[in-house]
């Protein structure tokens, strides 16, 4: 079977499932997009549009755009992506074991480092690959999509199962590759969206906090701590691509002049990026915190270890979720996590 004649299906079609799944429509592979009313109602009167920093522009008309919110229209899929947020992992593997025949593929495209552990447990008789997204994508009014920084999509290395995915992928115009060490390429990425907290505290695009020296100081406190705990816990996180995880701590503290320099080398990203934690709150949705700094947290506490930096920023954004939405200066977010 060839790249497009794949069917695939995406399970939690908000910002990073749109945007994979617009892709693969506008490649010409059969793709059904699931989700929620909200944006099943914004697609029939817009269609689809997709943007990114490197000039994609281009748009779904509604006819095109095959959109459900029932797990029961993926029933005919070979590939389905989850791109769910990690809090409903466990109620969508048991959707999805009710309407997918065995010998069918499962991708978990999510935050943190055990989705595919718990689609794995309860999807049985499917192949479960974990996978990572390395961008941020903003949901601006009218199903406008628009990727802010750069990267290419992991999939866990798993002979013609991932080879299969990977080239549907790719065939869609989505930088995309397997790896052999896919657990790390996780923890890797995790150490990356400690930032996403810190960001959507300071209520400022990712290029304008990544601007103030201030902020980065947060940002590579909050790195270091979580990967002395990573080491003293026998985990090694791994780099995609070049994110390097190990060294960013040190890029950060860099002056602004040279920070930018080395930076773009490893991350293009635009004015318009945020984090996907920001989005969460500005919706009043529940975070994913649990599973980013929360991790470190816990981790921490399974080995005997501290993670007081970690420890705050998670109480800081599970106080945002019940209701007041956070503008933090550096300064008083510094002072607040003991750092100032």
């Given at each position: ?11 939690g ?19 059904i ?11 029939r ?6 943007t ?6 281009f ?31 466990e ?12 010998g ?21 008789e ?15 009014p ?6 802010g ?20 992928l ?5 930088a ?12 890797g ?34 790195m ?95 106080d ?19 750092l100032?």
């Amino acid at each position: 079977m060839t790249a497009k004649q794949l069917k695939f299906g995406i399970l939690g079609a908000g910002s990073i499932g749109s945007y994979i799944g617009a892709h693969l429509i506008h490649a010409g592979i059969d793709t059904i997009l699931v989700g929620r009313e909200k944006l099943a109602q914004e697609i029939r009167g817009n269609g689809l549009r997709i943007t990114n920093l490197t000039g994609t522009d281009f748009r779904l008309e509604p006819e095109q755009v095959q959109y459900a919110t029932s797990e029961a229209a993926l029933a005919d899929r070979d590939i389905v992506l989850v791109t769910l947020k990690s809090l409903a992992t466990e109620e969508a593997a048991h959707s999805l074991k009710k309407v997918l025949p065995p010998g069918k593929t499962v991708v978990s495209f999510q935050n943190g480092v055990r989705n595919a552990e718990v689609l794995r447990s309860i999807l049985t008789e499917q192949d479960v690959l974990a996978g990572m997204v390395p961008y941020n994508v903003v949901w601006n009014p009218g199903a406008h999509f628009h990727c802010g920084t750069t990267g290419a999509l992991a999939v866990e290395e798993r002979g013609d199962i991932s080879f299969a995915v990977v080239s549907g992928l790719q065939y869609a115009g989505l930088a995309a590759k397997a790896y052999a060490n896919l657990p790390g390429i996780l923890w890797g990425k995790l150490i990356f969206n400690l930032n996403n907290a810190i960001n959507a505290l300071a209520d400022i695009p990712l290029r304008e906090e990544l601007s103030q020296p201030a902020y980065r100081k947060i940002i590579a406190a909050a790195m270091r701590e979580a990967l002395s705990v990573l080491q003293q816990s026998g985990i090694r996180p791994i780099a995609s691509g070049r994110m390097l995880p190990g060294v960013a701590p040190l890029v950060l503290r860099l002056p602004n002049f040279l920070f930018f320099r080395v930076a773009s080398n490893m991350i293009k990203i635009d004015p318009q990026a945020r984090s996907s934690m920001w989005e969460d709150l500005q919706r009043g949705r529940k975070t994913e915190i649990d599973y980013i700094n929360g991790e470190i947290v816990a981790l921490a506490e399974k080995n005997g270890l501290a993670a007081p930096i970690n420890g705050a920023i998670t109480h800081l954004i599970k106080d945002a979720e019940k209701g007041a939405k956070p503008k933090m200066s550096a300064p008083e977010l510094g002072k607040w996590l003991g750092l100032a």
